[in-house]
């Protein structure tokens, strides 16, 4: 059956703007880094981004390497695309990075000009579009000097196969340069994208201080830990869970799951449960709190996961009490 859209969609979203720029991104956005490649369900796919537009969320974030196989999730992507979303094209911000191993040999990694031209190339090719919205540096080159990095992301731009370019995973000096060349260039950073969770929480020694000062913003990732801040684990380590299947590449780590961060995983969620909440959403509220996040990256592996995820709307305020509580457990 053809797909219309939810006609009361935005409604259903709450929207923050992107740094100082005039992009507006909802609250809540999806991301394709896992149950989108051609090992995965296609309906199911299809079936999570149906839903998710059906609530608002304009936003599906995705890069050259999420599969697996490597390409698969931009591959998938683009044929849900082209039978769904190709008539809501202007509604829809879509999102893809370069700067992991994509191809062997010295142009498929890294940062350097050769590399993110061809994979953005790649990337269009595969979505069937025209142009993203935002495209990203994946992560910082040690080897390729900065200036060849961003003066190709403002290439992007001025050739009309990007709206908008960020950076991901650069701390906070490296943040600082990057962002300082892109507004010399005349094509300003709108986001950095970091990984961020009630575990991982290394973006508020100084990141989140830059891109505030800079009008940049921030679009975390991962904020429920790869799992970890679900339910999932309250009682060990369920057999479908991606700690147990090692797939890798974004999979928890044996050492995530030891008996402390279990019990502390036990101990956020019995104050989630005070809040009316799951821990899920107690945990993505948490990050969207600060007035600093743009949206937060959600994944999710059935559709049910994104109406749960979005719930979290409902209250994102904590107490002076409810904080330190949280602290304290995660010390």
């Known amino acids: 059956m053809q797909y219309t859209a939810n006609e009361n969609r935005y409604q259903k979203m709450e929207y923050r703007r992107c740094g100082n720029s ?36 304009t936003h599906f974030d995705l890069a050259n390497n999420y599969g697996p196989p490597p390409g698969s999730a931009e591959e ?10 190709i008539h809501y094209r202007d509604e829809l911000i879509i999102s893809s990075k370069a700067g992991w191993g994509m191809w062997p040999g010295p142009y498929g990694d890294w940062g350097s000009k050769k590399y993110l031209v061809a994979s953005l190339d790649q990337s269009l090719k595969r979505m069937g579009l025209e142009y993203v919205d935002i495209f990203y540096h994946h992560r910082p080159d040690p080897e390729t000097p900065l200036e060849e990095t961003m003066t190709t992301l403002d290439l992007m731009v001025r050739q009309g196969k990007a709206l908008y370019v960020g950076i991901s995973s650069y701390q906070p000096d490296e ?8 507004k010399q260039l005349g094509t300003p950073c709108l986001i950095h994208q970091p990984k961020y969770s009630m575990f991982d929480r290394w973006v508020e020694d100084g990141l989140l201080d830059v891109l505030e000062q800079n009008g940049v913003g921030c679009i975390p990732f991962s904020p429920l830990a ?21 797939r890798g590449n974004g999979a928890i780590e044996e050492d995530q799951l030891s008996d402390e961060k279990i019990n502390k995983v036990r101990e956020l969620n019995v104050l989630a449960e005070e809040r009316g909440q799951n821990l899920a959403q107690m945990a993505l509220a948490w990050i969207l709190k600060d007035k600093r996040i743009s949206s937060v990256i959600i994944g999710a592996s059935k559709p049910e996961q994104v109406s749960d995820s979005i719930k979290c709307l409902n209250n994102y305020s904590f107490t002076a009490e409810e904080l330190n509580r949280i602290n304290k457990i995660l010390k």
């Open 76 to 85: 998938n992507f683009g044929k849900i695309f082209r039978d769904d979303f």
């Open 226 to 246: 790869q799992g970890l801040l679900t339910n999932k684990y309250l009682k060990g380590i369920p057999k479908d869970s991606r700690a147990s299947s090692h």
């Open 22 to 57: 005039g992009l507006m991104l909802p609250a809540i956005s999806l991301g394709l880094w896992h149950n989108f490649g051609h090992i995965d369900s296609f309906e199911n796919a299809r079936n999570i981004l149906r839903l998710a537009f059906d609530n608002g969320i």
């Open 175 to 182: 943040a600082t340069k990057a962002i300082q060349i892109l």
